[in-house]
């Protein structure tokens, strides 16, 4: 167990990444340089020299020219040909000319080591000889082709190690790792003869070359086994040593040149490996067609390898097995393992399997549109013989009108989607939200959620969670309590086709946020309601119930009268709040200076009371604020009537700010407090008081030399009226707190009854 502990791991692999990196560069750099750039040219012997060096030692040799041969003091001379050029020898047809080649190759290298080298050039000056002295290769004269494989080899290797350090007892994190090591030898060996200037040693290029094939077949029968294992175990683990036997035989024939053409024992092998490959491929997709996590990684693996692996076959070995050339440079197209591998390492060390499966077919469609477009120019281009300008601008438009619309389709049939559209989402929460009963809402929420993943377990979460959470990498996913629902866990979206990604998520924490807003919503408006019930209810009994039970009293018929009409103005009052929200203050004054004005009449008493500005304000008041206004200022009249002996009353109205002032004063003997007090159940100025206070206002008895005068004061907009908190909802200026206990508002109300 020791032997695997990551740090020792990623150590061990650090270790031998600098020093295959060291050797690589010695190998690199240690061959002689001229300082020019070599291409070959289309008639048989010859090799241009398409730029030199401006500080290398061929400096002084003219460009363009051509490079015939090259010499030595001794006199010996070897003519250039075509094929010295070549950048990888298994791409010539027979084991016999990639012998020829590196007999070439040895003799060219070893003139290039003597002191003095005679370049043969032909350019438009007609023949040169330059004498030139070889120096050492600059490291910034290694071409891209040389980097891509360089950073290919040691990436590999190190996401293979990582891969490695997470799992390190688990076999198919082990085959990665040796994946990851047979790209890093076959891409190193490679980069060294690939990107030499004109020759390297051929003993060392049969060795480089015999190193390369055992990384490309190292690396395939690494993936076949590992995808005979991961996602699901296909085969006895013992059966796959038959691969390493298989892959050893096939070197040997290789190496050894046992069969005549280079596309038998070198190519053939390897695109047998990767046919191999995308058969177990196909075998693992039907065997986790019920596990989700599993068919997850396979998407993204399998596209890795198909995608990146399938490239180099097409454009590299395919053509080779044809007798034709590579598409592109090997050297570059080493860069699609680097690919491979970063897809592959995410897949196998599971990091965020949930959005494995979305990047997925995001790959597989963009790729698919790239070979669409090409497929149709070439065929355009190729075959129908048209113009590129135009063939390119046909394939744009087929995979505009063509492609494109059946991606989306192929998307919708492959990808399971929620049968709850984004613009009935909020619709259907706020049916869960103002269900009748909590059970309802449980039902409707869990019916919701149904619908939008489709689980096939759905189940309360214990312990709770406060947010949404992806757990079992996509397996499940976790909900806090929500719609008098505990916290639930829902597992095997889409029936188990599919994984919870990051959009999933997204969606469901949306989806929370919103029912917890509308829930916070539905609970103003209930609690609005209430206190609305509990205002009318409060309002029936102290105003309009002691009344009429006062009225039961009266012996006198014409006092019975007056308790009736003033009942029937409370109720009157009432009814408006109800069938109104709001009313005008101008309308307010005008229907209490009318009342006031019959009362006080009734009473033989003359009512004084000036028109104000404030009498043609059109500012909606809120119920509990008219209601109050009527309810102190009917009270003062009646107390009025009732004790003051008076002969006039002066009313005036003033708007200040946001407050409403009505000052009620009168010339009778002056108001007993004792008298004004009133009965138990709530009438006379301990109720004003209460209801004054309450609504953030006041009420006072202010000194007067004749009779009596009384100031009320209250806020005009609803927002001023003071609450518990103010952060709390209102549902159209009703306030959304439940009914307050009304001992301190109570005393307050004492207190200043007392004082006036």
């Known amino acids: 167990m020791s032997h695997w502990l990551p740090n020792r791991i990623m150590q061990t692999a650090a270790l031998i990444c600098v020093g295959a990196c060291l050797l690589v560069f010695w190998l690199v750099l240690n061959q002689p340089w001229l300082g020019m750039t070599l291409a070959p040219q289309a008639e048989p012997g010859a090799v241009r020299i398409v730029a030199v060096d401006p500080d290398g030692p061929a400096r002084m040799v003219p460009v363009p020219s051509r490079l015939v041969a090259i010499g030595s003091d001794n006199g010996s001379r070897i003519e250039l040909v075509t094929g010295d050029l070549v950048e990888e020898p298994d791409t010539l047809q027979t084991y016999a000319m990639a012998a020829q080649f590196m007999q070439r190759q040895t003799l060219l290298a070893s003139m290039l080591r003597d ?17 030139v002295t070889p120096t050492r290769r600059p490291i910034t004269d290694l071409p891209s082709s040389f980097w891509v494989q360089f950073i290919t080899g040691m990436g590999s290797l190190l996401l293979g190690a990582w891969v490695l350090a997470l799992r390190p007892q688990d076999l198919p994190t082990r085959l990665f790792a040796v994946a990851g090591a047979m790209i890093m030898i076959s891409a ?12 390297i040693d051929g003993g060392l290029v049969r060795v480089l070359s015999a190193l390369n094939h055992i990384g490309a077949l190292g690396f395939g029968a690494a993936m076949i086994a590992l995808f005979l294992l991961y996602p699901r175990p296909l085969v006895n683990p013992r059966l796959l040593l038959a691969l390493p036997a298989i892959t050893i035989a096939w070197l040997a024939i290789d190496i050894l040149r046992l069969p005549e053409e280079q596309a038998t024992g070198a190519q053939l092998p390897i695109l047998t490996y990767m046919l191999v490959l ?23 693996l399998g596209l890795s390898v198909i995608v990146g692996a ?4 097409v454009l590299i070995i395919a053509p080779i097995l044809v007798n034709a050339a590579p598409v592109m440079q090997q050297g570059h197209a080493f860069g699609f393992f680097l690919l491979i591998y970063a897809g592959l390492a995410l897949g196998v060390s599971r990091y965020r399997l949930f959005d494995l499966d979305e990047w997925a077919f995001r790959v597989m469609f963009y790729t698919g549109g790239v070979a669409l477009l090409l497929a149709v120019d070439a065929l355009l281009l190729y075959v129908m013989h048209l113009q590129h300008d135009v063939s390119f601008s046909i394939a744009l438009l087929a995979l505009a009108f063509i492609y494109l619309p059946a991606r989306d389709s192929l998307r919708a049939r492959l990808q399971p989607r929620s049968r709850v559209e984004s613009h009935e989402l909020f619709r259907e929460v706020v049916d869960v939200t103002f269900a009748a009963s909590a059970q309802e809402r449980s039902g409707r929420w869990h019916g919701l959620l149904r619908r939008l993943f489709d689980p096939l377990v759905m189940t309360p979460l214990e312990p709770a969670v406060d947010d949404v959470e992806i757990g079992q990498e996509g397996l499940e996913v976790r909900l806090p309590a929500i719609a008098d629902t505990p916290s639930l866990q829902l597992r095997y979206p889409w029936r188990g086709e599919k994984l919870f990604g990051s959009s999933d998520r997204d969606l469901a924490r949306e989806l929370v946020r919103l029912m917890r807003y509308v829930e916070v919503s539905r609970d103003a408006f209930e609690r609005g309601g209430v206190e609305e019930r509990r205002r009318i209810a409060r309002d029936l009994h102290d105003d309009v119930g002691a009344r009429l039970l006062s009225g039961l009293y009266k012996t006198e018929v014409t006092e019975t009268h007056r308790v009736l009409r003033d009942a029937l103005a409370d109720i009157r009052t009432i009814v408006s709040g109800l069938s109104a929200d709001q009313l005008p203050l101008g309308q307010v004054i005008a229907a209490l200076r009318h009342e006031g004005g019959e009362r006080l009449a009734a009473a033989g008493i003359d009512l004084h009371w000036p028109l104000a500005a404030v009498d043609d304000s059109a500012k909606l008041l809120d119920y509990r604020i008219y209601r109050s206004i009527a309810s102190a200022h009917r009270e003062i009249v009646s107390n009025v009537i009732r004790h003051a002996q008076a002969t006039r009353v002066n009313v005036t109205v003033a708007q200040e700010d946001r407050m409403l002032s009505i000052r009620i004063t009168d010339d009778g003997v002056g108001l007993d407090p004792a008298n004004a007090n009133g009965n138990a159940q709530g009438n006379g100025l301990r109720g004003i008081i209460r209801r004054l206070d309450d609504l953030g206002g006041s009420f006072a008895a202010l000194p007067v030399a004749r009779g009596s005068a009384f100031e009320i004061r209250i806020p005009l907009i609803a927002d001023a009226v003071a609450t518990d908190d103010a952060n709390e909802p209102h549902i159209q200026g009703v306030s959304s707190h439940p009914a307050r206990a009304y001992s301190e508002p109570a005393d307050a109300a004492q207190r200043m009854y007392d004082r006036s």
């Open 115 to 131: 002191k003095r080298v005679t370049l043969h050039v032909e350019s438009e000056r007609g023949p040169l000889e330059v004498i």
């Open 188 to 199: 190193y060996g490679a980069a060294v003869y690939s990107s030499r200037e004109l020759a």
């Open 278 to 300: 995308v058969g177990a491929i196909g075998v693992q997709w039907f065997a986790t067609r019920r596990d989700p996590r599993g068919r997850a990684a396979l998407r993204w």
């Open 310 to 313: 399938g490239a180099f076959v």
